[in-house]
């Protein structure tokens, strides 16, 4: 469907989506962490727990918990403005292979514990950072290293997160010829000015051509990035973005509501200056492009399947990975500032390259802390998680946990309904497209009262 066409047939759409640009007034975009991607939060997890991880890792390996694999690759050609994760752009050859060699010994270590011994992974994981900044010869001798401990025979889903601009026709290949079959493209926006204004290495031309070659060879998912209310972002060029995503005909969109973190540029200049509100959009109106581009993808034969994401369709396409780890799977993290969790054990890698080189050197483990979740936290886990997809069935934790959510929230719950944000029946919580919206916002609801305050730690 053509921009032409889709302006024609959704006018209704279209004049919903001219909500005016604003980052200042009620709901500005602050900064902080907005986004929940684990209980209990970051804050919470010390250096003087991480004795605990190494108690599961000494004790026998489960029957009926999944295993997911992640690695963490923190190279990148530039640093974009908005991003809070461990990446190093200044790295030459011979200390990306001495970080890649240290990878491998931390795995090493790994897959000699009793906990983790002869464990075929369900899924893998490459994350960055960049992975696809790596070279081919680096990302072949890097899986096959890793597949002599962990083999993938087994493996339903390898997924790997691409800057475009570090893609080739024969990068690709080398990557649909290692094993990955969800290939996930950091586009974030198809506006070279927009681009340039938030700090991506890449422009618009190299989005087009990875998309291109990608089509080609064959990956059973092809995924693409979108972050609405960026800098300089304005309705129009939203319309234009979302129009141009779905001409792309991608297997699934994903669609992030623009955050600012502390440890972000945008943050240090907001600190140098004074200002408290970010130069971002404000929530109400990332929600409102975020409805439109739904409503949209919609139309064009896509189906809503989280509060962030959008499949061609979903009878083919999942996301091994968050089901899993949302359902409570072992994660096998190695890497700078890499997060993983075993037997309910939460952890996290040294945060700095330094000292995380220095331990793998040591023969050591490079854990910098954990936290051990007792039963109702790792209930509370599951069941915030679970409620991004829209929906979850009461059963599934009531079996599992033995705890009824409808009676250990029953006020939280009944206070979701009266808001208009959830519905429920007899077995299943479903969450109304306004509460999908800004379903990380409600989600602190449910949280323990210690952990309620935590959340822009």
């Known amino acids: 469907m053509s921009s032409a066409q889709s302006k024609s047939d959704s006018p209704n759409l279209i004049k919903n989506l001219r909500v005016p640009l604003n980052t200042e007034g009620e709901d500005s975009t602050e900064v902080g962490n907005y986004f929940v991607a684990n209980y209990p939060p970051f804050s919470f997890w010390k250096p003087e727990y991480a004795s605990s991880i190494y108690d599961v890792l000494n004790s026998p390996r489960p029957e009926d918990t999944n295993l997911g694999v992640y690695f963490h690759i923190p190279f990148c050609r530039k640093r974009c403005h908005f991003c809070y994760f461990r990446v190093y752009t200044d790295k030459n050859a011979n200390e990306i292979n001495a970080y890649l060699d240290a990878g491998i010994r931390e795995f090493e270590r790994y897959a000699q514990t009793e906990y983790l011994a002869g464990r075929k992974p369900q899924f893998v994981y490459f994350g960055g950072g960049t992975p696809s900044y790596l070279s081919v010869k680096q990302l072949k001798e890097l899986t096959n290293r890793m597949k002599d401990l962990f083999p993938w025979d087994e493996t339903e889903e390898v997924a790997f997160e691409c800057e475009p601009g570090t893609l080739t026709e024969k990068k690709l290949e080398a990557l649909r010829e290692i094993g990955v079959t969800r290939l996930s493209l950091g586009i974030e926006n198809f506006d070279d000015h927009i681009l340039e204004v938030n700090g991506r290495a890449h422009r618009s031309k190299e989005a087009y051509r990875a998309l291109g070659f990608a089509k080609t060879l064959g990956f059973d998912q092809v995924n693409i990035d979108l972050i609405a ?48 509100t970010a130069p971002v959009a404000n929530w109400p109106t990332k929600r409102a492009w975020v409805d439109w581009a739904f409503s ?37 993290s190695a890497g700078v500032a890499s997060f993983g969790h075993f037997g309910g054990v939460h952890y996290q890698n ?15 483990l490079p854990i910098f802390r954990a936290y051990e979740t007792n039963n109702e936290e790792r209930f509370i886990r599951e069941f915030v998680l679970q409620l991004k997809l829209g929906h979850t069935k009461l059963s599934y934790f009531k079996e599992k946990y033995g705890i009824d959510p409808a009676t250990r929230f029953t006020d939280e719950l009944k206070g979701l309904q009266d808001e208009g944000y959830f519905q429920m029946s007899d077995d299943e919580i479903t969450i109304s497209r306004d509460g999908m919206l800004q379903v990380d916002r409600l989600l602190h609801r449910f949280f323990l009262a210690e952990h309620r305050d935590a959340r822009y730690t």
């Open 350 to 364: 040294q945060a700095d390259v330094g000292p995380y080189m220095i331990e793998v050197d040591k023969g050591n």
């Open 229 to 276: 209310g960026m800098m300089d972002e304005t309705p129009e060029n939203w319309e234009r973005c979302v129009e141009t995503a779905i001409e792309q005909d991608p297997d699934c969109v994903t669609i992030y509501q623009m955050e600012i973190p502390y440890n972000t540029t945008i943050y240090k200049e907001m600190k140098e200056s004074g200002r408290v």
């Open 296 to 332: 949209r993808f919609e139309e064009a034969g896509y189906t809503v399947s989280s509060a962030y994401t959008v499949v061609k369709n979903p009878e083919t396409t999942k996301f091994v990975y968050r089901d899993s780890l949302w359902e409570g799977a072992d994660l096998l």
